[in-house]
């Protein structure tokens, strides 16, 4: 009896190690998988980076240009489109792009298989800015070449960390004064705040920098009145006063 206990407990032990085997091999062929997986998917990745492997073969640029030199946009990019389909930094395009003055917006996305479009958004001058900048109409202020700023833009003026402050006012006051055939030729803040509307009809409008909506509505009603009545120009109309208005005439042209 004693012997065949013996022989069970010597058979539940080679049992046991046979098991551990099986799961020392389980282990064994799950890691050699992974490791084949592994520099599987290395190998991809190497291939893929190489420039060979699906090049860009069609660089697409598409946009409505009218002051954006094309051949220059090229030449801007060219040296940031690097690498194949997979591997070219389209911010890094972008961000070239968008170097160039006359460029306000870009978008840049493959097409497989071979293919990078971009498309360019240029700037569209509400008015000049300052001495030699232009300012689109979200506040964008950017400095073309010189010989490139058309003349007949308005004139707006100011901080330019408040330049989209400046075009809010612009377009407010000029659709409001619109009506009264008042065309806005300079706009101009001051370091202060203060408002200065000049208009077409040479006409100068001093506002300040307190209640300067209100003010606007004031001379709006104002000015019909001042105009039916003047015998002489209207050089300039001071609205800064709490209870009246100081007006400056000239010579009738």
């Known amino acids: 009896m004693a012997t065949k206990g013996r022989t069970k407990r010597t058979d539940a032990i080679t049992a046991k190690k046979s098991l551990d085997w099986r799961i020392v091999l389980r282990w064994t062929s799950l890691l050699t998988v992974l490791a084949l997986l592994g520099g599987s998917v290395a190998w991809g990745i190497t291939v893929l980076r190489d420039p060979a492997v699906l090049p860009l073969t069609i660089v697409r640029i598409d946009g409505d240009f009218k002051n954006l030199n094309r051949r220059t946009l090229e ?23 968008l170097k160039l003055a006359w460029v306000d917006q870009v ?8 293919t990078l479009n971009m498309w360019v958004e240029e700037q569209k001058p509400l008015a000049r800015w300052g001495k030699d900048q232009l300012v689109n109409a979200r506040g964008g202020v950017f400095k073309p070449e010189a010989n490139s700023i058309k003349s007949g833009l308005p004139l707006l003026d100011g901080p330019e960390e408040l330049a989209a402050d400046v075009v809010e006012h612009y377009k407010l006051m000029g659709n409001q004064l619109a009506p009264l055939d008042l065309i806005i030729n300079r706009i101009v803040m001051d370091d202060r705040g203060a408002w200065t509307v000049d208009f077409t ?21 104002l000015y019909p009145r001042l105009k039916q009545e003047a015998t002489q120009r209207i050089k300039r109309v001071d609205m800064r006063y709490a209870n009246g208005v100081a007006v400056l005439w000239g010579e009738t042209s």
């Open 75 to 97: 030449q801007a990019v060219s040296q940031a489109i690097r690498g194949n389909f997979f591997t070219v930094d389209l911010d890094r395009v972008r961000n070239e792009a």
């Open 107 to 114: 978008t840049v996305r493959r097409i497989w298989p071979g």
């Open 201 to 221: 009809q040479g006409i100068e409008l001093k506002l300040g920098n307190k209640d300067t909506q209100r003010r606007v509505d004031r001379f709006a009603q």
